[in-house]
Nanobody, 120 residues
Framework: QVQLVESGGGLVQPGGSLRLSCAAS????????MGWYRQAPGKGRELVAT???????NTADSVKGRFTISRDNAKNTVYLQMNNLKPEDTAVYSC??????????????WGQGTQVTVSS
């Protein structure tokens, strides 16, 4: 069994910052890519940022320069540091990870989602 647990969402004023965390646990052999998506009310899911096990990160133009993705492989955790938040960043943020289990093949796993609301 593999699961992803997110934390760090909440309500913040415009210009503020939040840090999201997503920890993978269970019978994990290896983790390849990890990342974050978001979905605002009435809109489709949008890729925010991804980070491979090695190599360069990929960040959406809409958040470039404000959001930073990072990971701690020892903790099987991916982070999303969000600075200078704007009302249009309001959405449910979900993490994902491409994981190979000890007894299962590679598959994508998703967190439960965490609400981020940017409002004054």
């Amino acid at each position: 069994q593999v699961q992803l647990v997110e934390s760090g969402g909440g309500l913040v004023q415009p210009g503020g910052s939040l840090r999201l965390s997503c920890a993978a646990s269970g019978t994990i052999y290896s983790i390849n890519a990890m990342g974050w998506y978001r979905q605002a009310p009435g809109k489709g899911r949008e890729l925010v940022a991804t980070i491979p096990s090695g190599g360069n990160t990929n960040t959406a133009d809409s958040v470039k320069g404000r959001f930073t993705i990072s990971r701690d492989n020892a903790k099987n955790t991916v982070y999303l540091q969000m600075n200078n938040l704007k009302p249009e960043d309001t959405a449910v943020y979900s993490c994902y990870a491409h994981i190979t289990g000890l007894t299962t093949g590679p598959a994508d796993y998703w967190g439960q989602g965490t609400q981020v609301t940017v409002s004054s």
